[in-house]
């Protein structure tokens, strides 16, 4: 745990109110996967997001997170049970889990060491679920032109190195499981200016970004962004579409 690094301490307030929740389709679609309903482990839940949708499925929720700032502003939800730890630690029985998912958390993790606490959390014939979602679509071709150069330009030194991995959709990460295929989910919003530029607030970028400079990057993108959006009071459609890989873990892994 010594080598975490907590990129999203600074904006966890911002996080659990402007983060999009996940289609709750994705999990139905992952429940029934599942061997059991006893329990599933989300890994560096955040503030909880897909750890309260799983709650609709599973007797039992750990939500995990590394970042104690996360964790205390995470909101409580019936069945789930909220713990600091490490993705290589969830103090989780042998082969108690039936599920486990990480949201847009996989790039940050020791891949070997969280795939080793996996194998020895998941029970037989349970299922892994990681997923990623990069730049935002609001189908505006000028908007989401601005979107790309704030992303690429301005916030492009403040990147840390493993946001690559984001922006590829997890293709060049490791992943040793027995693969599924998988349908396409997409999150979805209904958003005016306000409400978008709180999201942009919590990007780990505009956050070291800020320390850098001391000024606020999303406050430039909004003055080109005004003119474009027009009435600002105005409701636009945006969405992430995600990035998903499942698998199961090989029998023998699970028992290992």
């Known amino acids: 745990m010594s080598d975490f690094k907590d ?3 600074p904006v966890s307030d911002a996080y659990g109110r402007h983060r999009p929740g996940y289609p709750p389709e994705l999990f139905d679609w992952l429940a029934g996967l599942a061997p059991h309903r006893r329990l599933a482990w989300d890994c560096a839940t955040g503030t909880g997001q897909a750890a309260g949708e ?5 007797d039992e929720v750990r939500a995990t997170d590394a970042s104690a700032r996360q964790i205390d502003t995470a909101e409580p939800r019936p069945g789930v049970t909220f713990a600091v730890a490490p993705a290589e630690a969830s103090g ?3 082969h108690s889990a039936a599920l486990v998912t990480v949201a847009q958390a996989l790039h940050w993790f020791n891949t070997d060491a969280f795939y080793a606490e996996v194998c020895r959390v998941l029970s037989s014939g349970g299922v892994i679920a990681v997923w990623s979602y990069g730049l935002l679509e609001t189908g505006d071709a000028r908007i989401d032109a601005a979107l790309l150069s704030f992303h690429d330009a301005d916030m492009g030194p403040y ?3 493993e946001r690559r991995h984001v922006v590829n959709g997890y293709r060049d ?3 040793p499981f027995q693969q599924l295929d998988t349908p396409e989910f997409a999150m979805q919003c209904h958003w ?3 409400q978008l530029t ?3 607030g919590t990007w780990s970028a505009v956050a070291r970004c800020r320390d850098a400079t001391g000024e606020d990057p999303v406050e430039r993108l909004r003055s080109r962004l005004d003119p474009i959006w027009g009435d600002l009071a105005r409701v636009r459609q945006v969405r992430w579409p995600l990035a998903l890989r499942v698998g199961r873990v090989p029998s023998a892994a699970a028992h290992a």
Do not use: Q, V
């Open 54 to 58: 799983l709650s609709r499925h599973f």
């Open 7 to 9: 990129h999203f301490a």
């Open 173 to 175: 990460l490791a992943f």
């Open 92 to 94: 989780l029985p042998d």
């Open 159 to 161: 990147w840390p190195p």
């Open 192 to 194: 005016n200016l306000e």
């Open 198 to 200: 709180g999201y942009l």
